[in-house]
């Protein structure tokens, strides 16, 4: 059990507190980007190919640079152009214990074909154990508060304790999967983990774009896109969509008037879950000891 935080320190902080609490062993990383750089970078890269921003990337962060892949269609075409440039590429994933067989079986294959290494983060036991044990192994069916919760638990934290290893990291974000992501840039500081830097590669492309380089460079994707999904997450809260439906309409659809997020890419506040995820953390909202 983590010590009581210092009086004043708020529920994300704690959350930052719980991820570094896990944290064994951090890397030395050296490569750094300010505002400035980036900001004149995004201008350069803007309307550049994923290739080309990639190949930026790469060149700039070498073996501190990472791929987060959750192993969707988009993910699966960056590894494919990243591998192209340098075959030496690292790969993470965050592995919520709620995944589908399909997404383990298509990682497996991306070890064989690629002969990457994917670095596999997980929550944190103790805290899992804890959020189950209160509230269910079907908590997120219960109220939306409780779903970001978990979200917060088996993703968001697990995400923070991985970014302590790069100094960069890509992402298969594109400005049309959904109102939040609109604005995204294909190269931005990530003040949410620490001011490393992010990468968008993908984010002119639309969905058809992806699939048209999968097909043509014969990229592996998870099987669960044959049935129907056009966007997969956990098993519990993602299903098929009906042809025309919105991408994302299969996350968590027993949801009304709920951000289709988790909180990996975007900060989410409701007033609601980080009490919950604090107290779960040792203390309570206000950061003091719980009794
Ligand atoms: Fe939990 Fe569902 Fe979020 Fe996965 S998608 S972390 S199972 S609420």
Not at 237 to 260: F, H, I, L, N, Y
Request: with cysteine; glycine share 8%.
């Amino acid at each position: 059990m983590s010590p009581p935080p210092e009086p004043g320190i708020t529920p994300k902080d704690s959350v930052m507190a719980a991820a570094a609490r896990v944290q064994t062993e951090k890397p030395e990383l050296s490569l750094i980007m300010d505002e400035l750089e980036a900001g004149e970078a995004a201008v350069e890269l803007d309307d550049k190919e994923p290739q080309e921003v990639l190949a930026w990337a790469i060149d700039r962060f070498g073996k501190e640079l990472a791929i987060c892949c959750s192993f969707q269609a988009e993910g699966c075409a960056l590894i494919d152009m990243a591998h192209k440039i340098d075959p030496r590429i690292r790969v993470f994933t965050i592995d919520t214990g709620r995944m589908p067989q399909e997404t383990y079986d298509v990682i497996d294959k991306y070890r064989q074909r690629y002969g990457i290494e994917v670095e596999i983060f997980m929550p944190d036991t103790d805290v899992v154990q804890q959020m189950v044990t209160r509230h269910g192994n079907n908590l997120f069916y219960n109220d939306v508060n409780l779903r970001l919760l978990c979200c917060q638990v088996r993703k968001v934290l697990p995400l923070r304790r991985a970014l302590m290893n790069y100094s960069a990291w890509v992402t298969g974000l594109r400005r049309d999967q959904w109102a939040t992501r609109s604005n995204i840039r294909k190269i931005e500081i990530d003040h949410d983990h620490g001011g490393i830097v992010k990468f968008a590669p993908l984010a002119d492309w639309t969905e058809d774009e992806v699939w048209d380089y999968i097909r043509a460079n014969d990229v592996p994707y998870n099987a669960l896109y044959d049935k129907g999904y056009k966007s997969i997450g956990c098993a519990p809260c993602t299903r098929a969509v009906s042809e025309g439906q919105d991408a994302r309409a299969g996350r968590w659809w027993w949801e009304t008037g709920a951000p289709k997020e988790c909180g990996m890419h975007c900060a989410i506040e409701t007033g609601g879950f980080e009490h919950e995820l604090a107290a779960l953390l040792g203390h309570d909202g206000d950061g003091h000891a719980k009794s």
